[in-house]
């Protein structure tokens, strides 16, 4: 007697994938072992780039973060801080069609979406530095002590940070 393959869902199998986002970015193949013992789900893991990785983010954020321009450059204090708005809105300048290949907005106050490029770059940097996979850029926060308003110039459009009121910006800069 053959029996079907089972129907069986993955998330069940697998609750320590946690999500059926996490669940997406792997394949389903189905295995069987005979006629008398049912289909196995097997997941493995797709083999797709991140974005990190297509766009070469590293990279180009490091590009970005070699700020040497300041009132005085030989200043004991180093190299400014960027937030992750500056640098998003310079990757946009910089690279104008890989922004748009990517698909999320810059952030801030009315883009009526809750992930943005900025979070991903402050997110993914934090990531990086804690596991030191990154050793040449530094973070920090700026306090939200007495900030009413953040805005960034976006090509000549004003972006609010959406997150100063509510959290200390993230602020990143090159030690290299």
């Known amino acids: 007697m053959k029996l079907a393959p089972m129907d069986i869902n993955p998330k069940n199998l697998y609750p320590d994938l946690c999500s059926w986002k996490k669940l997406r970015d792997y394949e389903d193949c ?3 072992f005979g006629p008398q013992i049912p289909t196995k789900i097997i997941l493995k893991r797709r083999c797709s780039m991140s974005i990190w990785q297509q766009y070469n983010l590293g ?20 190299r400014p801080f960027l937030t992750p708005y500056q640098i998003a809105i310079n990757f946009k300048e910089q690279y104008q069609s890989d922004f748009d290949a990517i698909g999320m907005p810059i952030g801030g106050i009315g883009t009526g979406q809750h992930t943005s490029f900025s979070q991903y770059i402050a997110r993914e940097l934090s990531r990086r530095i804690n596991d030191r996979s990154i050793s040449n850029i530094e973070g920090g926060f700026l306090s ?20 100063i009121n509510n959290f200390d910006l993230s602020i990143f800069r090159r030690t290299d």
Not at 59 to 65: A, F, N
Not at 144 to 163: A, K, P, Y
């Open 30 to 32: 189905r295995v069987g």
């Open 59 to 78: 990279e180009r954020i490091l590009d970005i973060l070699d700020v040497r321009y300041s009132h005085d450059p030989d200043h004991h204090f180093g």
């Open 144 to 163: 939200d002590n007495n900030i009413v308003d953040l805005v960034f110039n976006d090509s000549g459009e004003e972006l609010r940070s959406s997150s």
